[in-house]
């Protein structure tokens, strides 16, 4: 059963579609990313996905044991949080909120997983710096831990290179290859077509048409070719 | 200093301090979070809403105030936050509508049901707070520890979650908390805030005790758990000292305290500046 299954989902604000039809479903280890014009409901799809947004239609199944709060998300930096007065760990900390029921402080449990987090993303030696002297590259990266301690199996992310100079771009991806070598799914929204094609094992296209399909499918299909085409 | 013991065996002095030391706490706890979220307009805006009740309850002659103060700007928290973000008026035009309205209200009832017949000293009263402090009840003092017993105990309880929710609303939502249901408490802790602090330093200047401290903090520390301590021991200590500077120098409270506050961030401002934080 896949972790994530949309039926015929349509979505959009107050009334107003902006994706209708969709249908799609992520299974475990998969790398699907997002692609798409501004505008064609990346960002809404992700959101109703986390419940932040309700779908006008149609349904979003969670199979093999994932709940709602178990999904992973890596959202785009606000500025809010740019100069938030924060240690990385107590950012990767918040992370594990959603695991404690109704425990109102960290137990050993908690911090097993984000020590194991900030292990896992390379930040462990960041523990006591505070959040924001941190590069671009390194603050996501602390995001992407906090996203793990809140994932079992999915990680959801919206953009996770923008904004990032070309070397921590490509670390970010690097960091997300292991996650997915690991056997941790991930569902991208991603500006970068080309990088999307190398990387991802199945493309979500979404516009005036909808295309759902392996890479290379994709690459073969009329839509593909040419939204690849577009400068 | 003798003369400071010689004042503090008078109770009503003892209660003033006891309040202002609660009221200094609560508020600059809550401040952290406001600072850090944006919201700082909003306990402005809630001043002005306690002004405009307090004047009503003066027109309507109740006795106890709060009776009336307190639900009226609990709920207007309430209403304040729910609008958010998909409101036709956008919250910043709506707290600023709502604040107006409230301190234009308040005055125009001050001046059809005059309490005594000096109307502008009552108005100063209530905007200032020049002497409430000094004419606290035991039933009001008590009555302030226990709402700053429970700011203190929701906020120690939910501290990780408000940190949560103040660094990154979408995900916390996102892993299942429900955010909206956080704002509105601190919208609530907020609103019991400023009918308490209204006592202390009166409705123009409460926002004052809710920014001043932890923006200083921020100036000084670099993690969320030094910023609150530190606001909260800041606010303590200037609200201490105004308090002594204005029962010596003779000076109204409300503007002692908040001159200390705002002299205090002057003198983080610079530590932060030379240390380069």
Not at chain 2, 185 to 196: D, F, K, M, R, S
Request: proline share 3%; glycine share 8%.
């Amino acid at each position: 059963m896949a972790l994530i299954k949309c039926e015929n989902l349509t979505l959009g604000y107050e009334g107003r579609p902006v994706v209708t039809g969709l249908n799609f479903e992520v299974n475990e280890g998969d790398y699907v990313c997002i692609v798409g014009e501004n505008g064609s409901g990346k960002s809404t799809l992700m959101k109703a996905i986390l419940g932040l947004v309700q779908p006008l239609s149609g349904q979003i199944i969670f199979g093999d044991g994932l709940t709602q709060n178990q999904v992973g998300y890596l959202p785009q930096l606000t500025d809010n949080q740019r100069d938030f007065p924060a240690t990385v760990r107590e950012v990767v900390y918040s992370g594990c909120i959603a695991g404690m029921g109704r425990r109102p402080f960290f137990g050993r449990r908690e911090k097993e997983i984000a020590k194991n987090a900030m292990e896992r993303m390379g930040i462990l030696d960041l523990a006591k710096r505070s959040y924001r002297d941190l590069s671009g590259g390194q603050q996501q990266r602390v995001l992407l831990a906090r996203a793990l301690c809140a994932a079992r199996k999915i990680l959801l992310l919206d953009e996770p290179v923008s904004g990032l100079d070309p070397k921590a771009t490509i670390e970010m991806y690097d960091a997300i290859d292991r996650l997915n070598a690991e056997g941790v799914a991930i569902l991208m929204i991603s500006h970068d077509i080309l990088a999307a094609t190398i990387k991802a094992s199945h493309i979500l296209h979404l516009g005036r048409e909808t295309f759902f399909g392996t890479t290379a499918e994709y690459e073969a299909s009329r839509t593909g070719r040419e939204f690849m085409a577009a400068p | 200093m003798a003369q400071i013991l010689e004042y503090l065996s008078y109770p009503f002095v003892r209660y003033a301090v006891i309040v202002g030391v609660l009221i200094a706490l609560c508020s600059s706890l809550l401040g952290v979070t406001l600072v850090l979220k944006r919201f700082s307009f909003i306990g402005d805006g809630l001043s002005h809403v306690a002004f405009g009740a307090v004047a009503a309850a003066a027109a309507m002659k109740l006795t106890d105030q709060t009776v009336l103060v307190l639900p009226v700007t609990v709920l207007s928290a309430v209403l304040l936050l729910r609008t958010g973000k998909r409101a036709k008026v956008k919250g910043d035009a709506m707290i600023a509508m709502i604040s107006v309205s409230a301190l234009a209200l308040g005055y125009l009832l001050m001046h059809l049901f005059p309490v005594s017949g000096n109307v502008s000293g009552d108005v100063c009263t209530t905007l200032f707070g020049s002497t409430s402090i000094l004419t606290l009840t035991a039933a009001d003092v008590r009555l302030c520890a226990w709402l700053s017993a429970a700011v203190l105990v929701l906020f120690v309880l939910f501290y990780h979650r408000i940190f949560a929710v103040t660094f990154d609303e979408d995900f916390s939502q996102a892993t299942g908390m429900r955010a909206d249901r956080y704002n509105m408490l601190i919208a609530v802790l907020v609103a019991a805030v400023v009918v308490l602090a209204m006592n202390l330093v009166g409705s123009l200047l409460i926002s004052a005790l809710v920014i001043f401290p932890a923006l200083s903090a921020m100036r000084l520390f670099r993690s969320f758990l030094s910023v609150t301590v530190c606001s909260a021991v800041l606010s303590v200590v200037c609200a201490v000292l105004g308090m002594a500077v204005s029962i010596l120098a003779g000076t109204p409270v409300g503007a002692t305290v908040v001159a200390v506050d705002a002299a205090a961030f002057l003198v983080c401002y610079v530590i932060g500046a030379v240390r380069g934080v």
